[in-house]
T-cell receptor, first 116, second 114 residues
């Protein structure tokens, strides 16, 4: 079974530029998550999708971050304009997400973003 | 509010030693799930175990074992006879039933020296 795919793996941009990350979850997984992991910290949830609907985006800086999951499969996360503090690893994860249970999440390799 | 505390920032052991990683959690929910993940230097988080709040049985998987104690709100992870390949950052996480949302601890970096 293929795992969660993410691209690109690395990205270096200048502040105020824009960037987009792509995620393809495990086939059949209804729930998709985007996390931000700053060096030395645990992952922080940015947004959670259930199929193609947003379940939780309370920690997404909506003035600069946006995400979509068209057709309930692939997802893209965009930052525009980027700030220095956005330098982090952006992790995508997916899970079965059946009603009433919390299932394990499977993570992709992440995209390491450096903003200069 | 939910919270996960991993008080040990970094642990160093010599190969073949046993090591225990601590995890203490806070939640008002009576039904919840706990998880452990491993993050090796490659960066990808690897799922290790899921435990629900109604199952306090300890679990053993090879050299790994987990001790869940609701009375102390702890879910500790022990590696027996550690190996260099165990070197990684280990995260404990808590999840509310129904939201599928994880709250991660800050992680414990384990260094196993040859």
């Amino acid at each position: 079974e293929a795992g969660v795919a993410q691209s690109p793996r690395y990205k270096i941009i200048e502040k105020r530029q824009s960037v987009a990350f792509w995620c393809n979850p495990i086939s059949g997984h209804a729930t998709l998550y985007w996390y931000q992991q700053i060096l030395g910290q645990g992952p922080k949830l940015l947004i959670q999708f259930q199929n193609n609907g947003v379940v939780d985006d309370s920690q997404l800086p909506k003035d600069r971050f946006s995400a979509e999951r068209l057709k309930g499969v692939d997802s893209t996360l965009k930052i525009q304009p980027a700030k220095l503090e956005d330098s982090a690893v952006y992790l995508c994860a997916s899970s079965v997400g059946r009603q009433g249970k919390s299932y394990e999440q499977y993570f992709g390799p992440g995209t390491r973003l450096t903003v200069t | 509010a939910q919270k996960v505390t991993q008080a040990q920032t970094e642990i160093s052991v010599v190969e073949k030693e046993d090591v225990t990683l601590d995890c203490v959690y806070e939640t008002r929910d009576t039904t919840y799930y706990l998880f452990w993940y491993k993050q090796p230097p490659s960066g990808e988080l690897v799922f290790l175990i899921r435990r629900n709040s109604f199952d306090e049985q300890n679990e053993i998987s090879g050299r790994y074992s987990w001790n869940f104690q609701k009375s102390t709100s702890s879910f500790n992870f022990t590696i027996t006879a550690s190996q260099v390949v165990d070197s990684a950052v280990y995260f404990c996480a808590l999840s509310e039933v129904g939201t599928y949302k994880y709250i991660f601890g800050t992680g414990t970096r384990l260094k196993v020296l040859a």
